[in-house]
């Protein structure tokens, strides 16, 4: 959402302070039936999320935790500032604005009297959200706001997100196998990764919806990003897609990650490969994974998506 970080940095910043004042039994909350982290959501944000209203040139970012979604939100945001061409007035006064609205990264994020002060924001507003479509405000799809759903093949997925749990103290510390359980189960911060893809895959053939998956970014992000733009109606010469390219690799984003994101960058950018789920699966959890995703997302356009073939076979 936020061009600005000044407000971004102090927000994650606290996450740390606070995180690790919680008993392991404190940092989550359950809202109808799914886990998520109390520093970071309020069950009152979600009673008022229905408040929020969308407009039809919002550009969403739909990503399951630990998919790439940080990474693809610089994307947009940089595909959005080139191709707009702000000038550095506007760009201030629209940094200005985030400030004082003190506007957090995701649409769940944050109290709830935050979609009073988005209504604020001037267009193009850039949304980033875990959630699931049926847990989205209606207006989203009412008013027709164009959705990009980000997907990555569940291995690296829930080794990303194990790694993550472990280093941010506003979730519960587990051991890898214990992890992996839950995660097996959706008994992790925003629920079960197959059901989040299953959900999407019923909107995949809407025309305000596109999908991309983490692995076909990292092997053209080039094609990606031309993809993207076109999907979003940004116009960019050759040039400034090659800009927008190099400033938007792991490595180069890596090398900000302090500037960008605080003590939080050295957490959120980690490997940014793809393959790393072979460090930790043991055989047995190799077949665990095969037979859930044959069982829940096999013959869906999303798990084609994901070519998991190519991606989780040893």
Known sequence: MSMNRKHAIKFLDKIFTDGSKLAPEEKLFSYKDVLYPVILCQPETFQALETFEARMDDIILAGYPKTGNNWLTHILNSLKITAEKYTEEEMKRRIDIEEQLAMTECLEFGDPGKFKRMAKLPSRRTIATHLSPQSLPSSIFKNKAKILV?????????????????????????????????????????????????????????????????????????????????????????????????????????????????????????????????????????????????????????????????????
């Open 150 to 314: 980000l997907v990555r093949n569940p291995k690296d997925t829930v080794v990303s997100y194990f790694h993550f749990n472990e280093k941010m103290p506003c979730f519960p510390a587990s051991a890898w196998d214990a992890y992996f359980t839950d995660f097996m189960n959706g008994k992790v911060s925003w629920g079960s990764y197959f059901d989040y893809v299953k959900e999407w895959d019923k909107y995949i053939d809407d025309e305000n919806v596109m999908a991309v998956s983490y692995e076909e970014l990292k092997e053209d992000l080039n094609l990606g990003l031309k993809k993207i733009a076109t999907f979003f109606g940004f116009s960019l010469n050759e040039e400034e897609f090659q800009r927008v390219v190099e400033l938007s690799s792991f490595k180069a984003m890596k090398e900000i990650a302090h500037k960008s994101h605080g003590a939080f960058g050295e957490v959120l950018f980690r490997k940014g490969c793809v393959g790393d789920w072979k460090s930790l699966f043991t055989e047995s959890q190799n077949q665990a994974m095969d037979r859930k995703f044959e069982e829940c997302l096999a013959g869906t356009k999303l798990g084609a998506k994901i070519k998991y073939e190519v991606y989780c076979k040893v």
